[in-house]
């Protein structure tokens, strides 16, 4: 499953290569993300933290609440978002929306419900609909693992298959992602990360 992701990735990084890539928090006129729950590249809340049947969390169990995020400077003829919760160390998929409307700019703290009406949601890797949080495995190293939320302006909407007996996983939202990019409708991309431990400290 990850050699497939990483595969993916690799054409959506390929067609984004003269696209707009922004950075977190940037104020460069770039298409760029920001949080007001955690700063880019530190640790993330435990109010983010998956709240599962499995210790997720070095104290009480965790909120497993999306972080709010915005953006600014979104490409011109954007027409719908995309946002995914990726991560990296895993290669497991928190979060994905898509379609979210081109007005727009912020996803509210909590966003990220089964039920929201902020964009359209494929089940995250843990097999349920919409946000779950980090909730990397306690003892195996390494113990911190890297969250990325990565905002993507598409010059379209995304139509993902719809089957009956088969759901929308991420990969679904990957493959089209990285079709939309390949034919050149992916305008940019922004990230915000942070690190998120269940690992007590020594």
Known sequence: ?????????????SALSIALVGTAGADDGKFSISSTTFRNGASLPTSMAWNGSNTCTTGGAGGNI?????????PDDVRSFV??????????????????PVSTTFLPAGAGTAASAYGAQVLNDFGEAGYDGPCPPVGIAPFAHHYV??????????????????PQFPEALFNALA?????????????????????PDP
């Open 1 to 13: 499953m990850s050699i497939l992701r990483k595969a993916i990735f690799l054409v959506a990084s």
């Open 66 to 74: 999306s972080p709010e995020l915005s953006w600014r400077n979104a």
């Open 149 to 166: 939320f990565t905002v993507y302006a598409l010059d379209t909407r995304l139509v993902l298959p719809v089957f009956v007996n088969f």
């Open 83 to 100: 946002v995914i919760a990726f991560d990296e160390t895993a290669s497991f998929t928190h979060w994905g929306m898509y379609n979210i």
């Open 179 to 199: 079709n939309a990019g390949a034919k050149g409708h992916v305008l940019g991309s922004a990230s915000v990360g942070g690190f998120f431990s269940a690992t």
